[in-house]
């Protein structure tokens, strides 16, 4: 590993202003780890755009090469769970943050960060879910422990043309769920159709400025991605017993409710944490995208850019004007 690599580095000029673009690195930039990964793909999420733009507080070392995804192949490991050659997947805990990332032909990482790619999954498909495919996983995982099932009625889904909205309106489908989807983007409804939603509910027929505490029960479950006035429409419309996965802020990050749905419904709230979740849970939810749970339009939400394209890549994000996933190809 003697040869310069490209990579997208996030740094900040001298007034702590976020700056971020391509640049070389090479072998002594890379981090610590027992995991030497080339890298084949990436992906971008929504915290890659908030990182990459410096819209949200994200970075916590500068300079940070981004990217919160990779998948890849083994170079060398000091680890005996792999061996150079190994497909890999690595997302979540400092990638991206506070370790250097994705966005670069190679990353140096943890072994404890490093999955094996499930059978099931390429390397590419891995990266079209991502973290916002593995967080939707993890949510109907969660909700399901907390025993939601198809009989118990509808599950709605915010921020639904977003990656992690669309990957879970398809995940809940296909398990056999009425999912309704939650949108403000009524030119998507055919979009939302597709992967599997059974309605689509536009955004504009909710008055979010006279939100009940409690309005008439219509959800089982529900998958927000948004945050702010819209979950707590979602928390008061809960039926009885009722599960909420909160995994996103993409529309605030504040949340001013009441206890209601709590104490006279049963509701519970359900945090949904993609980026410290140990071991055993992050296999089983990965293997489970790689089975029941993996998505049957992946394809058709997935756009490819090669990593030079990063740079435009962001602002559409920050703009809440992205439909789907994009993977970001590199080295493959
Ligand atoms: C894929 C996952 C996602 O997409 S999550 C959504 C994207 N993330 C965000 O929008 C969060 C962006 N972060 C922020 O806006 C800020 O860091 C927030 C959370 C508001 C805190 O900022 P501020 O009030 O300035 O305080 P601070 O940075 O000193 O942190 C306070 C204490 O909280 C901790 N903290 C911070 N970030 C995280 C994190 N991501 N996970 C866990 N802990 C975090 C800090 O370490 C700090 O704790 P301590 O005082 O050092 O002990
Ligand atoms: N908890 C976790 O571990 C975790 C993991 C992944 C993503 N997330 C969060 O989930 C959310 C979705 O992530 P993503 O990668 O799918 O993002 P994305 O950009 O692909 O999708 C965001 C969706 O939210 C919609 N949206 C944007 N602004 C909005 C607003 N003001 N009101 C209503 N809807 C709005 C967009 O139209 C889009 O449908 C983000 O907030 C992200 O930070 C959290």
Redesign the pocket.
Known sequence: MDTPFKAFLIDQDENRKVVSGMTTLDATNLDAGEVLIRVHYSSI???DA?AATGA???I?RFPCVGG?DMSGEVVESADARFRPGDKVIAT?FDIG?AHHGGYAEYARVPAGWVVPLPEGLDLFESMALG??GF?AALGVVRMEDNGLAPANGPVIVTGATGGVGGLAIDMLARLGYHVVALTGKEAESDYLKMLGAAEVKLRNSIDLDKVRPLEAGQWAGAVDNVGGQILHWVLATMKQAGTVAS???AAS?NLNTTVFPFILRGVSLLGI????MGFPTRQRVWDRLATDLKPRHLAAVTRTIALDELPDAFDAYIKGAIKGRTVVRIGA
Do not use: P
């Open positions: 999420n929504y915290k908030l949200g507080k994200i916590r919160i979540s943050v973290t916002a967080t995994i996103g802020n990050f944490d993609s980026g410290y």
